[in-house]
T-cell receptor, first 117, second 109 residues
Framework: DSGVTQTPKHLITATGQRVTLRCSPR?????VYWYQQSLDQGLQFLIQ???????AKGNILERFSAQQFPDLHSELNLSSLELGDSALYFC????????????????FGPGTRLLVL | DAKTTQPPSMDCAEGRAANLPCNHS???????VYWYRQIHSQGPQYIIH???NNETNEMASLIITEDRKSSTLILPHATLRDTAVYYC??????????FGGGTRVLVKP
């Protein structure tokens, strides 16, 4: 158990819909990262938040957005869903920001499996 | 971030040591070598990381060559539960983890 929790575990929805994925980081961790894993793309970084502020962006679509709340939990919002958005979505957390260099460790949650029909 | 090269797959006998190689010839001085594994669609699990020196923890050992251009992850006594995809990642100050294809390790009885 990494200490990172994600809800829901599974989500089935239809094209065009909107869903919200939730992540609670490990106690004390200020950074939250979102990753997407689809069959044909592997694990891809989407976005990072640190203490409520967006810190880095990866291959995140404009239909997707995220935020980190004062209690440090994060939500990933996916809208206008397409069949190709079906994937595993992982959240990870770490203590530090990039000011410490590459030495901080990210711990992953169990993921949310999204199926768009 | 520097790229890494890993063999796509390898088999290992249960109870024997598994040695997983990784090449990262373009690694720069402030980049760390991280190892994660993913067991069948579960969340990636952190194994170990290092900068220059060899590292050991309860899960594995990490051997980094003196020029830092390659490393080896050692699972000392592989069990069936070690069957997974193992990712070697070089990470700089940008924080994101860039996952490649990894090495699919199959531990056989």
């Amino acid at each position: 158990d990494s200490g990172v929790t994600q809800t829901p575990k599974h989500l089935i929805t239809a094209t065009g819909q909107r869903v919200t994925l939730r992540c609670s980081p490990r106690s004390g961790d200020l950074s939250v990262y979102w990753y997407q894993q689809s069959l044909d793309q592997g694990l891809q970084f989407l976005i990072q938040y640190y203490n409520g502020e967006e810190r880095a962006k990866g291959n995140i679509l404009e239909r997707f957005s995220a935020q980190q709340f004062p209690d440090l939990h994060s939500e990933l919002n996916l809208s206008s869903l397409e069949l190709g958005d079906s994937a595993l979505y992982f959240c990870a957390s770490s203590v530090a920001t990039n000011r410490r260099g590459g030495g901080e460790t990210q711990y992953f949650g169990p993921g949310t499996r999204l199926l768009v029909l | 971030d520097a790229k890494t090269t890993q063999p796509p797959s390898m088999d290992c006998a249960e109870g024997r040591a598994a040695n997983l190689p990784c090449n990262h010839s373009t690694i720069s001085g402030n980049e760390y070598v991280y190892w994660y594994r993913q067991i069948h669609s579960q969340g990636p699990q952190y194994i170990i990381h290092g900068l220059k020196n060899n590292e050991t923890n309860e899960m594995a050992s990490l051997i980094i060559t003196e020029d830092r251009k390659s490393s080896t992850l050692i699972l000392p006594h592989a069990t069936l539960r070690d069957t997974a995809v193992y990712y070697c990642i070089v990470k700089a100050a940008g924080n994101k983890l860039t996952f490649g294809g990894g090495t699919r390790v199959l531990v056989k009885p």
